[in-house]
């Protein structure tokens, strides 16, 4: 099958509910604080753009050092898990209350304890809570769902548990973790705006407060170009996450590999 159609069709579609929402917008006479056209959107970016990049610089930085916290610490404790059930009986079940545990509801603590003026350090561990969990899970059952014949195997030759981990686990959990990380990365910029939401102070200058001080002003159309960014956002951090599953595993994993016919 041709592969232009992926792309083209959904840049059609949305080309074409944005030509939509413009006419009726403008047919209809709505006001722009209820529903702003695109053309207002774009206006609002243009004249807003200083402040919708620091904004964005902002929320970016947050979510990737949160990223990757939460990839090195999910993997770290889940290659832990793998080599002591007592330590995975012991953590995994608070590291389930954790996630579990509405982010909104934990806000204020952790604002409090790191304090106001230091409201970036509250908005990374917030955004690291949630996106520490997919990572933890999925790298754990990746870990769990090694070939035990291939282990076997390994240990008739001889070798150790680390070497086993090294050469065989790490490997085989792979998919498991690049899969998770793609929903880590979308869960990261979530946590760092909601967080930002909850946090309800200006100090925090991420979209997250812009497009809540928008709406307190009434600035809609500079509003949904803040939306539009985190949005672009988001799309960028699970294209880039996807090619990196694409880069890593097209040569030898079948979730990747390219199927004839």
């Known amino acids: 099958m041709r592969e232009w159609p992926k792309y083209v069709v959904p840049v059609a579609l949305g080309a074409l509910v944005i030509g939509l929402w413009q006419f009726l917008v403008r047919h209809y006479d709505v006001p722009v604080f209820v529903l702003p056209a695109p053309s207002d959107i774009a206006n609002a970016f243009v004249t807003d753009f200083s402040t919708l990049m620091s904004a964005l610089w902002t929320t970016f930085r947050i979510v990737v050092i949160a990223f990757a916290l939460a990839v090195v610490s999910g993997v770290l404790l889940a290659v832990l898990f793998s080599q002591s059930r007592i330590i995975e009986y012991a953590l995994y079940p608070y590291a389930v209350i954790l996630q579990v545990t509405p982010i909104v ?9 790191v304090h106001y003026e230091n409201i970036d350090l ?22 769990r769902s090694a070939d035990f014949n291939l282990i ?6 001889g070798a150790s548990r680390w070497q086993i981990l090294w050469r065989l686990q790490l490997p085989s959990t792979l998919p498991y973790l690049l899969g998770a990380m ?15 939401f ?13 497009i809540t001080e928008a709406g307190n002003r009434l600035h809609i159309a500079t509003m949904f170009a803040a939306l539009a960014i985190l949005a672009a956002l988001g799309v960028t951090i699970f ?4 090619g990196l599953e694409w880069l890593l595993l097209h040569r030898w994993h079948e979730s990747a590999l390219k199927k004839e016919g």
């Open 182 to 196: 793609k929903v880590s990365g979308g869960l990261a910029l979530i946590g760092s705006v909601v967080a930002e």
């Open 198 to 210: 909850a946090a309800g102070t200006g100090t925090a200058t991420g979209l997250g407060w812009t």
């Open 122 to 143: 509250a908005l990374l561990i917030l955004a690291w809570i949630v996106a520490f969990f997919p990572i933890l899970a999925n790298t754990t059952l990746g870990l």
């Open 239 to 242: 294209a880039v996450l996807s």
């Open 105 to 113: 509801a934990i806000a204020p603590l952790i604002i409090i304890w």
């Open 152 to 157: 076997d195997l390994l240990k008739l030759y």
